[in-house]
């Protein structure tokens, strides 16, 4: 049976539908309307008690509909014949909607109907997803970057060596590979002088005396046997990122265990101060709980930490392969691209002031990739693996720095780790001992600005203090992009402030001055 597609007009259509339906009607099918919808569906008269769920179930699906009407007939009807007769109706259905469709949208009918905002708009740009914009950033991230390499090597050829990471000589006689297998010396010492502490033998000045010595040479022994041995760069920066490490973890330790027996004692005199009614008074020293405290990535000593029930071993092996990836190439922008654009630059504070800024914008791209990439190896990946291994449950490394509205909020977000230690260990205790909050900032700060300067300089055997005040100089971008905040009500002007100074302008400044430093150094020890 056909059905005519184009009628001429509703008329024609209607009767050209009661036509076929009279066709297709031998059974004396009565006519009812399903319940929910606006089209006829014919059903026999014998078919009029279906059950509601049958009713359902024609009015959603017809297959489902055929075979409800068909149990509830009754008078021995051939169900064969009923089926053909629906699915004639039905067909006739879907015609009608078709031609309800397109009559639908005529010249006359209002296409304006609601107020509505363009998708960019600023009432309407977060309420719709913008992947599609993200993915062409990334093709065109890839496309650029695709022609820089292919550009690069056209011009430079495979820069790719071993020796700026690791000399042949280092690996042949490794003085700070030997003092990487030292530094445990310093939490044994830790714990052999909280363990006398524990049990009376030694005085409370003497306790910290001897750990003001014990963490001051954690630092000391690595930076004098790194200024001995002139060694690859990424050996010595190595050694000190654990010295500093062990250094922090020893504080934690020592300052924790302090207050422990100050509120331990307290609580004997019954003098426990009510803020602090819910903490766990009880105080033990075991060599297991420093032990892991050594290896677990945190920096704040607790007696027992929140631990997931199992390992995942699928997924450590993935984290790792995205480890090496990642640290693979990071080690080729380094070598490929930062290399030869630092090896073609004048000293950025003695030549051509538009040749000096020209070379830190060339710069700052690459360099900005190589920071997210150690920020997602060493942040996410690695402190992840290792507190998978070690089932460490807090896996707050980091929070959403790059959303920073000021800067001091960035450095609240950047490393939590050391943050919390900040925190824990230098900041509230400077407010108890009555110093100012702006005073208590700076000092962390100062910390802070030393250990940067540890790491970079003691490595290259410099000593210019560039890393010291440019962490130091964050501190009047706090209080500026504070100001701005609060000033404006703007999000996006802090964090552009914060982008511009530390990853566009003050970071590729770093390197080219340590860069030609050490090319200075290198020539006078020539």
């Known amino acids: 049976m056909k059905i005519s ?18 066709e297709s009607s031998d059974l004396n099918l009565s006519r009812r309307r399903r319940p929910g919808g606006s089209s006829n569906t014919t059903v026999p008269d014998s078919c009029s008690k279906t059950s509601s769920s049958e009713a359902d179930y024609l009015d959603g699906d017809s297959s489902r509909g055929e075979s409800a009407a068909v149990k509830g007939c009754e008078g021995g009807k051939d169900a064969v014949e009923f089926q053909n007769s629906m699915r004639n109706v039905e067909r006739i259905e879907n015609h009608e909607n078709r031609l309800g469709s397109r009559f639908t949208y005529r010249p006359s009918a209002p296409a304006h109907r609601t107020i509505k905002e363009s998708p960019l708009s600023s009432d309407a740009i977060f309420k719709q997803s913008h992947a599609g914009l993200f993915n062409l950033c990334i093709v065109v991230l890839v496309a650029v970057n695709s022609r820089l390499i292919i550009e690069n090597l056209m011009k430079y050829g495979w820069l790719i060596r071993t020796g700026f990471w690791f000399s042949s000589r280092s690996l042949r006689d490794w003085p700070l590979f030997m003092c990487c297998l030292t530094l445990p010396i310093f939490p044994l010492a830790a714990f052999l002088f909280e363990k006398l502490a524990q ?7 003497v306790v910290v005396l001897l750990h003001i010595v014990n963490t001051t040479a954690a630092v000391l022994y690595p930076v004098l046997v790194i200024l001995r041995c002139d060694y690859a760069f990424m050996s010595g920066a190595t050694l000190m990122l654990f010295a500093c490490i062990v250094w922090l973890k020893l504080v934690s330790y020592a300052h924790t265990n302090y207050d422990m027996r100050a509120l331990a004692k307290s609580v004997e005199k019954g003098d426990t101060p009510s803020s602090s009614l819910n903490m766990d008074y009880s105080y033990d020293v075991n060599i297991k709980s420093l ?3 050594m290896v677990a990535p945190t920096l704040c000593y607790q007696i027992s930490y929140p631990r997931t029930p199992y390992v995942r071993k699928g997924w450590v092996v993935r984290q790792f392969v995205k480890l090496i990836i990642f640290t693979g190439f990071m080690g080729f922008i380094i070598e490929q691209y930062i290399n030869p654009i630092v090896q073609n630059s004048q000293h950025p504070l003695k030549g051509n002031l538009l040749y000096a800024i020209e070379r830190v914008l060339k710069l700052s791209v690459p360099n900005l990739y190589v920071w997210l990439c150690m920020f997602y190896c060493f942040f996410h990946l690695w402190l992840n693996i290792l507190a998978e291994l070690l089932c460490f449950g807090d896996r707050e490394f980091y929070k959403d720095w790059w959303n920073a509205k000021t800067v001091e ?15 824990r260990h230098i900041y509230f205790p400077c407010l108890r001992n009555g110093i100012p909050k702006g005073v208590a900032l700076i000092i962390a700060f100062l910390v802070s600005a030393v250990f940067h300067e540890l790491f970079i300089a003691v490595p290259c055997h410099i000593f210019k203090l560039w890393a010291f005040f440019g962490i130091m100089f964050q501190v009047p971008l706090v209080f500026i992009t504070s100001y701005l905040q609060n ?40």
């Not at 003050?506 to 080219?512: A, F, I, R, T, W």
Request: proline fraction near 5%.
């Open 199 to 205: 049990k009376n033998l030694m005085s409370e000045p």
């Open 487 to 526: 000033k404006l009500r703007s999000s996006m002007v802090g964090n552009m402030m914060f982008w511009f100074f530390f990853s566009i302008l003050g970071q590729p400044m770093c390197v080219l001055l340590y860069y030609h430093a050490l090319m200075n150094r290198n020539e006078k020890m020539e």
């Open 5 to 22: 597609e184009s009628p001429e007009s509703g008329d024609d259509t209607a009767t050209t539908m009661n036509a076929q339906l009279n």
């Open 291 to 293: 032990t892991y405290f």
């Open 409 to 423: 909020e960035y450095w609240r977000m950047w490393n939590m780790p050391v943050h919390k230690w900040m925190v």
